[in-house]
């Protein structure tokens, strides 16, 4: 379940080397609205489940044959050694415990909700739904969870006012959820520590924030540690829609390929395009042959370029996020997709995460467990594994003998060894807060790369379960 996404729309511009060709796609009739390929905070694929969880060496795991008996639990926050001694499986511990009896820990969210382009309930919703869950299954650290939710209206006096609100209502730790403007000030000033799910502009990567994503930042440094160490690229096509948003993304893009040492050709279209304009940016981006093609459009975008591809008969493999490996479009280009790579996402396969996934959001999705689709959660996803991971490092740190608090939580993020991205299985982010001394904020710096197969699915590209964002970070 890898936490990641492309949000150009909310960035800001940064530089990007100036020594690129840009090339104007041809004009191409308009698509109707509802078909706009927009780069706007699109939802990764983050739901893709590994069949195991790695847990840190100090944690205790239980085995799969022998219950924990009531007698020998320590707690409520410690899974019990088993006859082997095996540590504690911290991602998938939870169904064991029982509800916590400590004092309660209130926590605050801040997220964005009913704007156009920024309307996100479900994270509010899923981290509900995981403080629900969590309340009867150990809590963090054996606390009981109380959210304290603020809704931001996607401008500076509403991020303001909300920081105001949580801050006067004394929370012990403010979960941000989509926030394009957070009021870091207020924040520090009351020594509320903060924990992020994805961090937005420039300012989000150096501010006092634990980011449990690296966002545009890692996915466009893992973009260009893959074009040249996997695929061998001296040369790369690039097509992108021409936005502020879609323009901030590429300006970071650039900037990783030209640390990279690879020459790149930009061709720019429209939101909107028809079959033949998408057609028209596909050939315009593999002209001259170059050796690996990246794109940046999502949604339909990402319909339009597959199939463009395709019709066109080009064999250059493809590189883009995992916004292009939503299930409803592959559904809808089957094949087509053959050739493409998608960074941030990883294979699916079923196990106890998953169950505990769906244990856990169908309330919040008002069906039954069975009929969650992990594959179709959205940024909601993000919000449901960043209370995942807090309550983990909460048991985690209670195991230690520390203090489990919201500040002790902050720093236990930021100095612990062995820390993951729940549920913690190979292709999840190690936690490095700070490893890349530009981006201090910033917590994990590796993402998964899969691929589309003849099997008919996105699976794990071996020896890409890991990609490493930072020697390409501007």
């Not at 963090?140 to 609100?165: H, K, L, W, Y």
Request: charged share 20%; aromatic share 6%.
């Amino acid at each position: 379940m890898t936490a990641l996404a492309l949000v150009a729309a909310s960035c800001a511009s940064s530089d990007g080397d100036d020594d690129a060709s840009s090339t104007d796609a041809p004009a191409a009739s308009e698509a109707p609205d509802d078909t706009e390929a927009s780069t706007e905070t699109e939802a990764p694929e983050e739901t893709e489940a590994p069949t195991e969880s790695e847990a840190p060496d100090d944690a205790e795991e239980p085995t799969d044959t022998e219950a924990p008996t009531e007698t020998e639990a320590p707690d409520d926050t410690e899974a019990p050694e088993d006859d082997d001694g095996s540590d504690t499986n911290w991602a998938t511990v939870f169904p064991d415990l029982g509800p916590p009896s400590g004092e309660e820990m209130v926590i605050g969210l801040v997220n964005t909700e009913g704007v156009p382009g920024l309307d996100f309930p479900d994270i509010r919703n899923f981290i509900n739904a995981s403080a629900d869950y969590l309340n009867q299954h150990g809590g963090v650290g054996d606390r009981p969870i109380t959210v304290e939710s603020c809704t931001a209206n996607g401008s500076p006096e509403g991020s303001q006012a909300c920081a105001q609100e949580l801050t006067g209502k004394n929370v012990e730790l403010v979960i941000i959820g989509l926030d394009v403007f957070p009021d870091y000030t207020t924040y520090e000033a009351a020594g509320t520590p903060l924990v992020g799910m994805l961090p937005l502009t420039p300012i989000d990567n150096t501010a006092p924030v634990r980011y449990l994503t690296g966002g545009n930042v890692t996915t466009n440094g893992t973009m260009a540690a893959v074009a040249v160490d996997h695929f061998g690229a001296e040369t790369v096509g690039i097509v992108s829609a021409d936005n502020v948003g879609a323009n901030a993304t590429l300006a970071g893009l650039e900037a990783a390929l030209g640390i990279a040492g690879i020459e790149y050709t930009v061709v720019k279209g429209g939101d909107n395009e028809t079959d033949a304009g998408y057609q028209g940016l596909m050939r315009q981006a593999a002209d001259g042959d170059p050796d690996l093609l990246i794109s940046l459009y999502a949604d339909a975008g990402c319909i339009g370029t597959m199939r463009g591809r395709a019709a066109l008969g080009i064999e250059i493999p493809v590189l883009t996020t995992a916004i292009c490996a939503d299930s409803e479009v592959i559904a809808e280009v089957g094949d087509d997709a053959l050739g493409w790579n998608f960074a941030g996402i990883a294979s699916e396969e079923e196990g106890l995460e998953l169950d505990i996934l769906r244990e856990v959001l169908a309330p919040a999705m008002g069906g039954d467990p069975a009929d969650v689709d992990p594959t179709a959660l959205g940024l909601g996803g993000l919000g449901f594994i960043t209370m995942m991971s807090v309550a983990t490092y909460g048991n985690q740190l209670a195991d230690t003998g520390g203090e489990v608090t919201g500040a002790g939580i902050y720093d236990f993020i930021g100095t612990a060894e062995g820390l993951t991205v729940w549920p913690g299985g190979p292709s999840d982010a190690d936690i490095q807060c700070g490893a890349a001394p530009n981006y201090p904020a910033i917590c994990a710096y590796t993402n998964p790369v899969s691929a589309y197969t003849d099997s008919g699915e996105v699976l794990t590209v071996p020896g890409l379960e890991k990609v490493d964002s930072i020697p390409y970070l501007p």
